[in-house]
Structures are given as structure tokens and as C-alpha cells.
């Protein structure tokens, strides 16, 4: 069950596009399977009953020059020998691919010349002859077309694509059997040679009797293991036995000083362990979390110390890290110890009113400078962190970022791992091969009331999750005593045994803290007394007390093995790790009330003291003065500048955030970029089009437009988008290496590696993680990039509205475009598509910018505000945009020239009133509704009723402005009281104003108390259901009748018209108080 490592001397190379390493073009080795069958074949027997997932150490013989001419396969195989080392890893890939772009820089396919070709191969090391130059870019040109794409190049490189496969098959855990209704089916398939499947049968049914199921195991997965080795497509087992991944014998030596990072992790885990409870006791109530990060503690210290990149690392700007919410206080601790944070912050944890404290969990919104990745909210971080690395190798490979040593580490909690978004995480991961995502699972058997799986075991469970995904799996379970155990386990019964112990008594035997117990119940009761006979109860409990997570040398080499992976895998890799909740907190730890401890008693303290040797004494506990039991040496101590040192050979410390500004990095597009629809256009179109032209307009504008990232939930064609996939390219890092079934259209479905649209499939939830990931490239990796999500507008908000408070928080900026907004506009869809509340929902972000554009050129100057507004000004927004898909002329832009300034406020004059008329009110509109306003205009006319017409584009900012203004007088009562833009158009008025809207009436509702005279609101609250746009206006009374109406009646009320006008005028609409409601029964009218 271990994993030993076989030197093979040589190996075949086909190469791959590596995302996450060297270049966009980076090189994957992938042995050929007749020479590894072959280099396999040559180990004995007793070789490859140890050698189980191996990792090859390739050798290659360097490129050099023949006597004559040399043919393009010898060339070929010299130029994958010279951009590779001789350990089989990648070397100069990126520096021929940096070459590459600057030399095809202004060309759109990456292409260059055979003079460039050659100079490049002078460049990295390929001396050609004239005709060898000439024969190897014929090679790469087989159309003789002159040019080389990068992309042909790379394919042509690599060669066929490598078999993607799970890792070599091991013994499965099995628990007992569970009956099938399937086992009868056996009976009845193709057996081929009937007479020899009975005997394999038999011979197992032999095994069985002779020497039980342990043999019977080992045999089948030994013969599945061969199996794979020698080319039988058969799928692996996806568990390993319940050992660690990484055997003893072929670990690292540790290269840092064991004695000095155990006493830094004892530092940590104290001072983040006292920050909880001294913040609890001096301010009750204010919560926290002490048992996650004493559970990962020493990994977190490992990866400080040894692996995690910092923004100075170069290849990138370091490595994002997503760590468990309610480990916060680790890295607080770590900060204070390295002189990042003061004792006054470190004192004032959770309370932040002040701004001397520090956050909860990770929020970048509330401390900018330290936190990058909002992580708090179950199963969003490791979504979250899967976006992140894609979207690191969409820049890569798209030349506009070097991203090849920037890796993404995610810590996740094995109770997390319930949530539906960690499983989605996991599995886009794996089919999107993201070789730069390292998952770490805090195995500590826990959840906030209890176990997380009590009558099993997480993660064996987990195992088969990842693996099945595709995942390069590394368990970390034993600690080194215990694992001495598992490793002189000759017959694989104590294995069986920890298989069959349920995660519930794991967690039982930490918590009672008994060796006696552990020697009764895992050992005497199995008749394995004599496997532990040579260890006291003392040291039997100390062993199982100290799991692979706390056991610093084990950390390192499954962290070193995963880093090892990304730079030359081909797929993620995650590492199960065995931790305790609580570790070293003796009086609670594994106990199922530990995620709730949040202070410790001075008897507590006092324990914690002597078990981490934290030098402080019994009176500094019991009457700290000043925060004297925060226990830091100074900078001078060597804990510390070992810390620092550390750190910075890894590129600084983190985590921390160091934001690009924008405004000074890019050239945002002139102003006249937005005027196209000024002049109005006749012909019908709908706002959902005016975006798309917009859109297209943008992204063909210089430096800015290659920074555009317009971005689908498979909806495009919907949108009026599809004409972009043969000008921009579908993003899809390994290529497309299919013909689509329109590949002779002019708008075909075109897929390419450095393809401008990210296609993100149905999911709304793994949308907007892309587009998070996207809007913070600019502080991630110093990128600015503007996301331009659009979707259904139903599915943004209601559905996944977590995620995008989380890209508030992350200060994200972009655009996210609500199309087929309006609850009767979208009319075929019915109750679950017809959203008429988004609006009033991202009013509760408040990063949150919300608009209700009615016309082509409302959209396009809101676009242009909020590009100005977040990378113009550096300002952290969300700009939420509702698109109509209903078609209409599109007027020109008002005479008065304020109206600009007037429309990016909220409200503007669309039209004076007509003089002439005896009565005159005024008409709102936004959205499609605007239509009906128009229209209820004219046949108001006919009343004698002159129109005013207002175009409100953003309610939630009108609201907003005046809340601010009314605290200003709130609290200045002896000034003069502020006016704001609403009160100022609408509020010194007597006469009736009408708003329309397709969304709810409480949304308008916002603004309803500053405007003046008799006021209307005409919404669409309810359930949506299928029907014509003018049948579902009717019902929900916002069709240009009931807006006509409306005024009318609101006339009457003044006093201003005759009763019967109002009750004349809705006779003749067909207008009733009745509206039967079949989703609604109880309000159905008498």
C-alpha cells in the first residue's frame, strides 16, 4: 500500500499545453505506453509489488548537430530535448513563448514568418542549417501558408493528445457487503469464452475459502494494477487503502529547522487561540473560533515557511490562497508575530467600529490591504478557488498575464465538503485539468454539532470524490509512530481494521484521551495485542494523537509532492489530511462542543501553556496587564526573523492584497466610443442588442478591448452574441479539436486556446465565481480586466446572490447584465424565468449599482459612467444592468444638454408637456414599460391630458442620494437642509405623476415620499406566468390602458376631471377591480 518511485532511464515525450506553468504554450511530458510497458518490464517482481503511483524521473538526450542535413523528425525530437531539463521538467517554454508574442504581437492568430521562426529556434538554442530551417517550418506549415500560428505550433509539438486516466489502480475499501439488484444481470451478459470466465471465478471462490477476503483484495487490485500497466482500458479503483500516500521511505529530507518552526507554530497557535478568548471576555458575545485553526495550524506553518509565493515571487504575483473562514484568526496571529499587525488590533478582534480591529473571517471589503479571497461562506471558497486557477491560465494563455508560478491553494473543511458548490468545484477541476489548484481537506472529523460522517470514513469517501474527478490524490493520515505501524502491517489486517473503525470512535478515542482504550478496542479486540506490545498506553496514545496533519515531515512531503505536480502534472491534486479540532487544547479537543469554545478558563490557559512551552508565567495568565499573555519574543527573537527570512525567499508575506490603480495602467476608450446611438434608429431592436453592438464596439478598442471578457452561461445566441464566435473565439485551452456541425457558417462555433469569450456552461453559480475572479485580476495578478457577465436575469440575484455579495466583498468590478429582464416583457417563460425584483434585491448589495436602461443610448452611457466610475476612478462597483429582449425604435438623445448628467443620476426629462391641454401630469417609465408609457401619452390626449415624460434609470440611486441627504440634515440640524436629485424633479409638484415599471411596485416605492402632489405606482407584483406581452400587461395593469387609466382616476381624486371620465375610460379598456389569481387563491375577489 506504499508508493515507491522507479527510475526510468528513457521515456518517449509528447508535449500538451500546460495550464498554470511556463508559458501559454507550456510542455507536458507524457510517456508513451510501448516504452513504459517496456522500462516496466524490466523491474523485478518485488519492485512493482512496492512501486504503486510512481512519479518517473526522465532523462533526455540533448539536441546537437548531424554530419548533414538533419531530417524534421530528428529536428523535432532535438527541439523537444532542448526546452526541457534532464529531469524531465520545463525550461525554456517560456522564453520562447514571450519571444513568440513579441514577435506576432500585432497579429490576432499569434502568427510569424520563417524568418522569425529561425531566429527564434537561434534564440532558444536549435542551430539550423538554411535547408533544415526551411524543412522544419514546412513542417510546421503543411498548407504552405507561410505563417505559423502559435497554436499550430504547439499542436504540432505535442504531438497526439495524451490518454488522461486515473492514477494506477490499488486495493479498494470494502466494508461489508451491500446487495445489488444488478448481480443477476451477470448471468445473462456476453461472457465470450464461457468455460474460461468460470475458472478465473472459481479460482477466486478458491482464494476466498483458502485465505479470505484480505488476499482476495490484494490479488484482484494487484491484477487490475498490471492490467493498466500493460494498456487494458479498465477503470482504477477510485480508493487507496487507508494508508498514507507517500511512504516513509521516499519522503524529503526537511529542509528547515524543525525545532524553530515548531516553536513558531506554538507561537501562532497560542496567540490566535488567546485573541478569541480575550476577545470574549472583554466583549461578550463577539464570537469566533478557536478549534479550526488549531487544527490546521502546522499545515498552514508549512506552507508559510516553505511553499506558499508571495507577490515578489516572479512567474505571477504569487499564489492565492483560500483558506477555512474560521481559521482567521491563524494568520492574524502570524501577521502580529511578523510585525504586520499591533497589539491594539490583535486586542480588538471582531471589532471593527472603531477602525482598530480586525474582521470576522476574510473580508477584503473590511481590511483592503490584508485579505484577498472572501472565503467564510461554505462551499463558495473552493468554487471560488477552482474559477481562480482557470482564469489564471485563461490570461496565460492569452498572453496577457504571466501566470506560470502562480498556483491556488484551497483549504477546505471536510464538513464543507456537503455543500453542492464544493462538489461542483471539484469536478470542474478535474475535466478542466488545473494542474495550478492544490485542495487541502481538514480532515478533522467534524462539523459544528457533531461528526461529519459518524459511521464512516470522510475520507475514504472523499478519496473516491476526488479521484473520480481525475484528481492526483495524497493522503496524509498517520503521524510517524502510527505509520510505522501501518507500514509493518505484513498481512494488511491492522489496515482493514482502521478501515472498519467508523470516523465516530476516531473521534470518541481523541477525545477520552485513553491508550488503554485505543490498545483495547482497535488492537486486543482484532488480535493485534502484539503490534503495539512494544509501546506503553503513554506512547500508543501520543502515536494516534499526532495524525499526519500535525506531523511537520509528513506535511512537507505530500505539500512538496503536490507542488511537484503543479509544475509538471497534468491535473489538480488534493490532500486529504488527518488533523484533531482543538489540537492541543487538551480540555476540548475532538470534543463535539469545540467549534462553539470560545474562551478558555485561566486553567485552561494554563494547560495550553505548559503543552506548547509558551514562555509566559502563571501571573501574567491570571492578571494579564495590558495584553501580556499575547505572547510575542520581538523582531530581534530568532523565531521571528526566521519567519522573515522565510517569507521573504518565498516573495513576501502574505496574505495580502496589493491592488494595480487602474487609471493609471489603462487607456480607457474615448468618449465619442459611446455616441453611436445618439441619433435614435428607426428600425426595432431591444436594449439586449444595443449592449451586444456596444459590447462588440469595445472589444475593438485597442489595449482596452483585449481586457474586455464578455462571458456566457451558455445563452449567446439568445443574446444576440453568436456572431462573436468566429471574431473573438470561444476560450478552451486545449483547442477544439473537432469540426463543429457549422463550421461552413460564417458565425461558427469557434473554440481556440487564446479565445477572448468564456462559455461557462449551465451554471450561473460557476458564472459568477469566473467573473469574481475576472473583476479582482486587477489586485490578483495587477490585470485589470473588465467581466461582462450577461444572463438570465431570474437566475442572478435570486439564485445566486451569495456569490455575488462575495464579489462585493472580494471589490470585484465589472458589469452583470440582467437580460430578459421585465416580468411580462420575458412572456413565454412563465413563473420561474419573469423576474421583476432583481432590482430591489441587488439594492440590498450596496456595492451595488442597479440600472433599468429603456433606450439604446441610456445603455451605452451607463456603460460608459461605469467603466469611468471603476477604473477611472479606482472605484470597487458592481454595475447590474437590466436588458430588455422586446424590439422598438430607438429615439434620439434629448435636446436639453444636461440630460446626461440628469440620466447617470436616475431621472431625467425624457419630453415637456404639450402646451394647449387643460390638465397636465406626468408619466415614469423605465425598461420596456416606457413603451406603454409613450403610448398612454397619446391617448391621453384625447382626454385633453398633456404628458411630461420622465425616464427613471435607477430608482435605487434616487433612494440612496436622499437617505444620505436626510442624515446630513438629521445630524446638521442648524444648516440648511440638503435637497437631492429626486425631490429636486419631481418633488415641488401638486398635479399626478404615474411610474410604470415591470418590476414591483415596492422597488419604485423607494423614492415614493419625495415627490409631491397625488402619486401612482403601477407595477408587476405577483407570479409571472406564460402568455403575449399584451395579455400579461393587462393582468398585471402596466399596459399603456392602465397607465392611462390611472392618470385619469389620480385626475378625479384632485378634483380635476369628472367621475365619469376615469369610470367612462375603463369601460371602454376593458379595465375591472376583479383579476382572478389562480396562484393565489385566498385573494381571489368575491
Not at 511556463?22 to 512493482?48: D, E, I, K, Q, Y
Not at 542551430?127 to 533544415?132: G, R, T, V
Not at 385626475?1051 to 369628472?1058: A, E, M, N, P
Amino acid at each position: 500500500c506504499s508508493v515507491s518511485s522507479v527510475l526510468l532511464q528513457e521515456a518517449q515525450w509528447h508535449v500538451w499545453p500546460l495550464s498554470g506553468s511556463s508559458g501559454p504554450g507550456s510542455l507536458l511530458p507524457a510517456m508513451a505506453s510501448s516504452r513504459l510497458r517496456a522500462a516496466v518490464g524490466h523491474l523485478s517482481r518485488s519492485t512493482m509489488s512496492a512501486a504503486r503511483s510512481y512519479t518517473p524521473m526522465i532523462k533526455f538526450r540533448a539536441g546537437g548537430s548531424a554530419a548533414g542535413p538533419r531530417s524534421p523528425e530528428q529536428l523535432m525530437g532535438e527541439l523537444r530535448s532542448v526546452l526541457t531539463k534532464g529531469d524531465g521538467s520545463i525550461a525554456d517554454v517560456q522564453q520562447l513563448s514571450n519571444e513568440w508574442f513579441a514577435l506576432a504581437d500585432k497579429d490576432r492568430s499569434k502568427s510569424i514568418g520563417s524568418d522569425e521562426f529561425r531566429g527564434l529556434m537561434d534564440t532558444v538554442g536549435l542551430s539550423l542549417q538554411d535547408s533544415e530551417s526551411k524543412a522544419l517550418f514546412e513542417y510546421f506549415d503543411p498548407k504552405n501558408s507561410g505563417e505559423i500560428s502559435y497554436s499550430d505550433f504547439t499542436k504540432t509539438l505535442r504531438g497526439e493528445m495524451p490518454e488522461f486516466a486515473a492514477s494506477l489502480a490499488f486495493m479498494d475499501q470494502y466494508r461489508g457487503h451491500y446487495p445489488s439488484a444488478m448481480s443477476s444481470l451477470r448471468k445473462i451478459m456476453p461472457r465470450f469464452d464461457a468455460e474460461e470466465t468460470d475458472e478465473w471465478i472459481e479460482s477466486l471462490d478458491a482464494v476466498l475459502g483458502h485465505h479470505g477476503p484480505t488476499r482476495a483484495r490484494f490479488l484482484l487490485h494487484e491484477l487490475m494494477d498490471e492490467a493498466v500497466r500493460k494498456g487494458v482500458s479498465i477503470s482504477s479503483s477510485i480508493t487507496t487503502p487507508m494508508c498514507n500516500t507517500i511512504p516513509t521511505n521516499v519522503e524529503p529530507a526537511y529542509p528547515g529547522d524543525l525545532g524553530m518552526e515548531s516553536r513558531i507554530s506554538n507561537l501562532v497557535r497560542w496567540n490566535a487561540a488567546v485573541m478569541v478568548s480575550d476577545g470574549n471576555k472583554r466583549a461578550a458575545g463577539v464570537g469566533g473560533h478557536i478549534g479550526t485553526f488549531a487544527s490546521i495550524c502546522d499545515i498552514w506553518e508549512v506552507g508559510m515557511n516553505h511553499f506558499f509565493r508571495g507577490k515578489g515571487y516572479g512567474g505571477g504575483m504569487g499564489d492565492q490562497l483560500y483558506i477555512q473562514g474560521h481559521a482567521a484568526p491563524g494568520p492574524y496571529a502570524r501577521a502580529y508575530l511578523e510585525g504586520r499587525l499591533d497589539l491594539e488590533k490583535i486586542m480588538n478582534f471582531r471589532q471593527e467600529v472603531g477602525g482598530k480591529g480586525l474582521s470576522s473571517y476574510p473580508h477584503p471589503r473590511l481590511m483592503p490591504d490584508f485579505w484577498e479571497n472572501p472565503t467564510v461562506s461554505m462551499g463558495l471558497g473552493p468554487l471560488q478557488s477552482v474559477c481562480q486557477a482557470r482564469f489564471f491560465r485563461y490570461l496565460h494563455l492569452r498572453g496577457l498575464a504571466d501566470t506560470s508560478c502562480s498556483r491556488v491553494w484551497c483549504f477546505i473543511g471536510d464538513g464543507e465538503m456537503d455543500e453542492p458548490e464544493t462538489i461542483y468545484a471539484i469536478a470542474r477541476a478535474g475535466y478542466e485539468r488545473l494542474n495550478n489548484l492544490i485542495m487541502i481537506v481538514n480532515c478533522n472529523y467534524q462539523r459544528l454539532d457533531g461528526p461529519v460522517r459518524g459511521n464512516s470514513k470522510v475520507i475514504q469517501e472523499f478519496e473516491g470524490i476526488f479521484r473520480g474527478a481525475g484528481y492526483d490524490c495524497i493522503k496524509l493520515i498517520w503521524g510517524d509512530t502510527w505509520n510505522d505501524l501501518v507500514d509493518n502491517d505484513h498481512d494488511g489486517r491492522l489496515i482493514e481494521v482502521l478501515e472498519r473503525t467508523p470516523d465516530g470512535d476516531c473521534q470518541r478515542y481523541a477525545a477520552k484521551q485513553d491508550g488503554a482504550l485505543i490498545r483495547a478496542e482497535i488492537f486486543e479486540a482484532n488480535g493485534l495485542a502484539d503490534r503495539v506490545a512494544h509501546l506503553s498506553d503513554a506512547e500508543l496514545l501520543s502515536a494516534f494523537m499526532l495524525p499526519g496533519g500535525h506531523d511537520h515531515k509528513k506535511i512537507y512531503a505530500a505539500m512538496a509532492q503536490a507542488e511537484k505536480n503543479a509544475e509538471s502534472g497534468g491535473r489538480p491534486t488534493v490532500i486529504l489530511a488527518k488533523t484533531l479540532k482543538g489540537f492541543s487544547l487538551a480540555t476540548f479537543q475532538g470534543r463535539n462542543t469545540v467549534h462553539q469554545q470560545k474562551s478558555l478558563k485561566v486553567d485552561e490557559m494554563l494547560s495550553f501553556r505548559d503543552v506548547l512551552n509558551i514562555p509566559l508565567t502563571d501571573e501574567q495568565i491570571k492578571n494579564p496587564k495590558g495584553g501580556e499573555f499575547f505572547r510575542n519574543p520581538g523582531p530581534d527573537a530568532p523565531e521571528v526573523k526566521y519567519m522573515k527570512e522565510r517569507r521573504e525567499a518565498l516573495g513576501g508575506f502574505l496574505p495580502m492584497r496589493n491592488p494595480a490603480k487602474v487609471s493609471s495602467l489603462v487607456e480607457l476608450p474615448p468618449s465619442d466610443t459611446y455616441t453611436m446611438f445618439d441619433k435614435g434608429n428607426p428600425k426595432a431592436m431591444s436594449t439586449t442588442m444595443a449592449f451586444a453592438t456596444l459590447l462588440r464596439k469595445l472589444m475593438k478598442t485597442g489595449d482596452f478591448g483585449k481586457r474586455c471578457v464578455p462571458m456566457v452561461t451558455d445563452e449567446a445566441r439568445t443574446f444576440g452574441m453568436n456572431s462573436f464566435f468566429h471574431e473573438f473565439k470561444i476560450h478552451a485551452p486545449f483547442g477544439q479539436h473537432y469540426t463543429p456541425v457549422d463550421h461552413d457558417s460564417l458565425m461558427k462555433y469557434a473554440e481556440a486556446p487564446d479565445g477572448q469569450i468564456l462559455q461557462e456552461g449551465i451554471s450561473e453559480a460557476g458564472a459568477l465565481c469566473t467573473w469574481i475572479a475576472t473583476g479582482t485580476s486587477y489586485s490578483s495578478q495587477g490585470c485589470p480586466m473588465m467581466p461582462f457577465f450577461i444572463y438570465y436575469s431570474m437566475f442572478g440575484f435570486q439564485r445566486v446572490g451569495d456569490i455575488i455579495w462575495q464579489g462585493a466583498d472580494a471589490r470585484a468590478r465589472g458589469f452583470l447584465l440582467g437580460a430578459t429582464a421585465g416580468r411580462t416583457t420575458l412572456n413565454g417563460e412563465g413563473l420561474q424565468h419573469q423576474d421583476g425584483h432583481s432590482l430591489l434585491i441587488g439594492l440590498s448589495n450596496p456595492a451595488v449599482i442597479g440600472w433599468d436602461p429603456s433606450f439604446a443610448f441610456e445603455v451605452s452611457y451607463i456603460i460608459e459612467h461605469g467603466i469611468n466610475e471603476m477604473w477611472g476612478k479606482d472605484k470597487d462597483l458592481i454595475y447590474y444592468i437590466s436588458l430588455y429582449n422586446e424590439n422598438h425604435a430607438m429615439p434620439a438623445i434629448p435636446e436639453d444638454p444636461n440630460f446626461k448628467e440628469h440620466l447617470l443620476k436616475g431621472l431625467y426629462k425624457l419630453s415637456p408637456a404639450k402646451e394647449g391641454f387643460a390638465h397636465t401630469v406626468r408619466l415614469v417609465g423605465s425598461g420596456s414599460i416606457m413603451q406603454q408609457v409613450l403610448a398612454a401619452a397619446e391617448m391621453l390626449e384625447e382626454y385633453g391630458v398633456a404628458t411630461e415624460i420622465w425616464s427613471a434609470t435607477n430608482y435605487g440611486e434616487l433612494h440612496r442620494e436622499a437617505v444620505r441627504a436626510e442624515r446630513q440634515a438629521r445630524l446638521r440640524p442648524l444648516e440648511a437642509k440638503p435637497s437631492c436629485h429626486v425631490k429636486d424633479c419631481l418633488g415641488d409638484y401638486d398635479g399626478v405623476t404615474v411610474i410604470a415599471t415591470d418590476n414591483i411596485t415596492a422597488y419604485p416605492q423607494l423614492i415614493e415620499k419625495y415627490i409631491g402632489g397625488e402619486l401612482v405606482i403601477l407595477g408587476t407584483d405577483g407570479f409571472g406566468r406564460s402568455d403575449t406581452r399584451e395579455a400579461l400587461r393587462r393582468f398585471f395593469e402596466v399596459d399603456k390602458e392602465s397607465v392611462t387609466v390611472a392618470a385619469l382616476s389620480a385626475l378625479v381624486r384632485q378634483g380635476k376631471l369628472s367621475g365619469d371620465v376615469a369610470m367612462g375610460a375603463m369601460e371602454k379598456y376593458g379595465l375591472s377591480l376583479d383579476r382572478p389569481d389562480i396562484t393565489m387563491d385566498h385573494e381571489l375577489s368575491e
